[in-house]
């Protein structure tokens, strides 16, 4: 353990990653090193020593600060999916490892997409801890898990072929198209990595109250045992309900064969909460593919969207392979767009209640 005064000097002159937005920096008084195993959750004090593809971190605040070698960051150890990008998991000591989400998760990297430059070399200085020497781990932060779920507003969840396929977007207008129909409108991102520009979004589009995954004690949902993936959706869903919206917009992230992402969506517990889906695809043929495994599973789908719309010729070969409505990403932030879909999950509601 470090000299206490010091650490809580150096950790106040840090730069605290959006991971870390629900701890409080005043608790961080101490820091662990030598021979500790860092788990999923801990937060660490590292130092920047060389820049790679993430150059910029997303601080509590979610604006991105420009890195520089010899800078000291709050961040926290989790596990990274991300095909685009970096595969990563939390290393079993306190050794030199990589930033490898913007939002702060150090990792050792396990893979990277040949498209992307190097992952952002950092070496931990010491694992975060309070003044009575106890680690600060997000799940100390945690909602109060509940389980029961509000039954009443229509619940639409946003899932799509894979990382980048345009869901986080299509949530952000959807939500605004909703307020703008005069709809009250709450939204979370379920599973994913921690991602200051996701959360934003649903918060700048008009989403109250707006979660994700953070909020409930985790800075990535990758190799989270599918029940307590479970855990997570459930308690932010009930949260989001307690304030008693008209409709509740839901990202999954990633695509939906991404193990806990398929696992989630496969869950019929959860399946049978859902009013109706919207697919994200890049093309025509992953719109099929997905609309039907998502049919398969139970889950009506109302829509196709995503990053196809940005192509009429796409647009039109989905529309006559899935035989669904194709919406155009940012026309669902438009009144009357956003009234289709409210109606569709209504109307479906009104089935289901008849069966």
Aim: net charge positive.
């Amino acid at each position: 353990m470090t000299d206490p005064s010091d650490s809580a000097r150096r950790l106040a002159r840090a730069k605290w990653a959006y991971v870390t937005r629900n701890i409080d920096p005043a608790l961080a008084v101490r820091l662990q090193t030598g021979k500790q195993v860092p788990c999923a959750g801990d937060l660490v004090l590292a130092r920047i020593d060389q820049r790679g593809q993430h150059r910029r971190l997303e601080l509590v605040t979610s604006r991105r600060a420009e890195l520089f070698e010899g800078d000291e960051v709050v961040v926290a150890y989790a596990d990274r999916y991300a095909p685009d990008q970096f595969e990563g998991m939390v290393p079993e000591h306190l050794g030199r490892c990589r930033l490898v989400a913007a939002g702060g998760i150090a990792a050792r990297l396990l893979h990277a997409h040949q498209r992307v430059r190097s992952a952002t070399r950092i070496t931990p200085l010491g694992l975060v801890a309070d003044a009575d020497g106890e680690r600060l781990n997000l799940r100390r932060f945690q909602l109060e898990s509940r389980r029961e779920i509000d039954p009443e507003p229509l619940f639409l969840v946003v899932a799509g072929t894979a990382m980048n396929s345009g869901k986080t977007t299509v949530c952000a207008n959807l939500v605004k198209g909703l307020v703008r129909h005069g709809l009250h409108v709450a939204a979370a991102k379920l599973t994913g990595t921690g991602a200051g520009a996701d959360y934003r979004a649903l918060v700048d589009a008009g989403a109250e109250p707006a979660f994700d995954f953070v909020d409930a004690g985790y800075a990535s949902t990758y190799r989270v045992d599918p029940g307590q993936v479970w855990k997570i959706a459930r308690t932010l869903c009930a949260h989001l309900a307690a304030a008693r919206p008209d409709v509740v917009v839901l990202e999954i992230a990633d695509g939906v064969l991404q193990a806990e992402t398929a696992a989630l969506l496969s869950r019929k517990s959860f399946a049978k909460r859902l009013d109706g889906a919207l697919f994200a695809s890049y093309d025509a043929l992953g719109a099929l593919a997905g609309t039907r495994w998502l049919e398969e599973r139970g889950i009506p789908v109302v829509g196709v969207t995503g990053v196809l719309t940005g192509s009429p010729l796409m647009v039109r070969e989905a529309r006559a392979a899935t035989g669904l409505p194709v919406f155009g990403t940012e026309a669902l932030r438009r009144s009357n767009v956003a009234a289709l879909v409210h109606n569709c999950l209504r109307a479906r509601r009104r089935r289901r209640k008849r069966a």
